[in-house]
């Protein structure tokens, strides 16, 4: 178990290639999560890849995608056939539609009716991620005239980008309500919600989820200025963030990438949040059973910024390579998490209103004894998984056994950074029999000694009253004290 990866890796699932087998492969190549995209399924094919992981195993999370709110150029009119050529300087007109006006050489209409009013005379249009570019030369109330900056080709629903424009886009779409709604009834952990731009796209997604009772988390995407603008607000009110370096590459210049990327890292950190790092992390082997020497670098930058996960989209969603793809980001981690130098725990950081809360304190007096210790396990239980997720956030060298009483607790916590959680198999009898579960997980993997020291982050009210002390004890008294307080029922 000590070298197990800490950085968590999200895998891409679509419904074509979801078996039993190809689960099971991911899983064991290093895929701790599994996100499915919800631009690219069905809810049938959804609810496909739902069924097949967790028949494979029921403690593998599934984080699904919305689409959110975004700009698209409409289909283009039949006669056109797929796309349609124009050439630097050509001239069109761009108008507002409900999505049932066909685009032509002449107009070019986008799924928002009120975009005129939003965008100002002078702005950049950017059309598949930015392969086409217009600008806006001329504007009237019903339409605006836009002036190609380059030759391409226009092509129907592509995705449109206004760079520094805020746009009245509704936080929630009827589409993204159907599969928020069909999540909830169909056992999903996370909802990856795109192109938020600030807490009322978060409060949006969570009323939904409220009024079914739904412990779903909430993942913000950043992926445009307007999210970057807000982003304090947003990292408070959701349980994790992704940066999606796709869209938000379109909107910031490309060397403008990496220091934010870290500085929303910080942030999450900071925060105690799970952040994921996306987008083309290695892309090359959607067709080369090796990544690029630039590639590796990408993925180690992340995992030397401390991120909780990393994640794969076409590599595993429809590339040719995807468990060994898998296998080279784990591989990856785990040669990076071996450098000592620079992986030191963040005890001494800012972290946001620690002062105030008894399990931060815990959190961090647990991980600062196995700094000073020779301490090799850090060991808790919990219910809700915030324990296990603030101590996550002080990234500790030592590897975080977390010892659930719910399945969803297990599940979210497998996207938090350097934490094993494991389900409970006994009945409650005493505050300390958890650790009997924690042990034979580790000795599955690892031989332990009586000499052996744990730090034990534990509740002495029962699971509900939370964690109020940190313990450090030899293997050999654990077991002792656990053989006087007898067995306890199998469930």
Not at 193 to 203: A, M, P
Not at 428 to 443: K, N
Not at 466 to 475: C, F, K, L, Q
Not at 480 to 488: F, L, W
């Amino acid at each position: 178990m000590n070298k197990m990866k800490k950085t968590k890796i999200v895998a891409t699932m679509s419904d074509f290639r979801c078996t039993e087998e190809f689960v099971r492969s991911l899983a064991q190549a290093g895929m701790d999560v599994v996100r499915i995209n919800s631009a690219h399924v069905t809810l049938e094919g959804a609810s496909q890849i739902v069924e097949t992981v967790h028949r494979v195993d029921p403690a593998i999370p599934v984080m699904i995608d919305t689409k959110g709110p975004e700009i698209r150029v409409t289909t283009l009119a039949s006669e056109y056939g797929e796309r349609i050529e124009f050439k630097a300087g050509d001239r069109v007109a761009v108008r507002g539609s409900d999505g049932t006006d066909a685009t032509t050489r002449e107009t070019v209409y986008m799924n928002v009716p009120g975009i005129v009013d939003d965008i100002p005379m002078g702005a950049r249009m950017l059309i598949a991620d930015g392969e086409v570019e217009l600008r806006v030369v001329e504007k009237s109330d019903t339409e605006l005239v836009c002036e190609f900056a380059g030759d391409g080709a226009l092509r129907s629903r592509k995705s449109v980008n206004v760079p520094g424009v805020s746009i009245d886009l509704p936080s929630v779409t009827e589409k993204d309500r159907r599969f928020i709604e069909w999540a909830i009834a169909h056992d999903v952990d996370f909802i990856a919600h795109s192109f938020v731009r600030s807490i009322r796209d978060v409060q949006a997604v969570q009323a939904i989820l409220d009024k079914h009772g739904s412990p779903i988390k909430i993942i913000s995407k950043i992926e445009n200025q307007e999210g970057l603008d807000n982003i304090d607000e947003i990292i408070e009110a959701s349980y994790g963030i992704m940066v999606a370096r796709g869209d938000l590459g379109v909107e910031l210049p490309a060397e403008a990438i990496p220091n934010t990327q870290r500085r929303i890292v910080e942030k999450c950190i900071a925060a105690k949040r799970p952040v994921i790092i996306a987008t083309q992390m290695l892309y090359s082997m959607v067709r080369n059973p090796r990544p690029t020497r630039a590639e590796v670098s990408d993925v180690a930058s992340a995992i030397y910024e401390r991120v909780d996960a990393v994640m794969l989209s076409d590599e595993t969603a429809m590339g040719d390579y995807p468990v060994e793809a898998v296998e080279t980001m784990a591989r990856i981690a785990r040669e990076i998490e071996r450098d000592e130098t620079h992986f030191k725990p963040m005890i001494d950081m800012d972290m946001v209103s620690v002062n105030h809360e008894i399990t931060a304190q815990l959190a961090r007096s647990a991980v600062r004894a196995s700094t000073n210790l020779p301490i090799k396990y850090v060991v808790l239980d919990t219910k809700t998984g915030r324990t296990g997720r603030y101590l996550a956030a002080f990234r500790g060298r030592k590897t975080v056994v977390a010892v659930c009483y719910r399945l969803h607790a297990q599940r979210i916590l497998a996207l938090s950074y350097g934490v094993v959680p494991i389900l409970r198999k006994q009945e409650l009898c005493d505050r300390y029999h958890f650790l009997v579960d924690a042990m034979e997980v580790i000795e599955q993997s690892d031989r332990l000694e009586e000499s052996d020291l744990l730090a034990i982050v534990g509740g002495s009210f029962g699971p509900d009253g939370g964690a109020s002390y940190v313990e450090i004890a030899d293997v050999k008294r654990i077991r002792e004290r656990n053989e006087r307080g007898g067995a306890c029922a199998t469930l």
